[in-house]
């Protein structure tokens, strides 16, 4: 799945993603990211898994150019 980094706070550790098709955002934790940064705007690509609260994020990666 596609999408764009709609709000990440390094910080906290935990952010948002709105996936490109449904327009849903889908919460992204730092343990999904693979050692990668985000920044509000990123296009990344993802899996998406049940987390403890819903769907989540995972296998995150920041897509360039």
Excluded: P, Q
Aim: glycine share 16%.
């Amino acid at each position: 799945m596609e999408g764009t980094v709609k709000f990440f706070n390094e910080s906290k550790g935990y952010g948002f993603i709105t996936n490109d098709e449904t327009g849903k955002d889908i919460f992204v934790h730092a343990s999904g990211l693979n050692g990668e940064a985000l920044s509000e705007g990123d296009r990344v690509e993802y899996e998406e898994e049940e987390g403890r609260k819903g769907t989540i994020a995972a296998k995150v990666r920041v897509l360039h150019g």
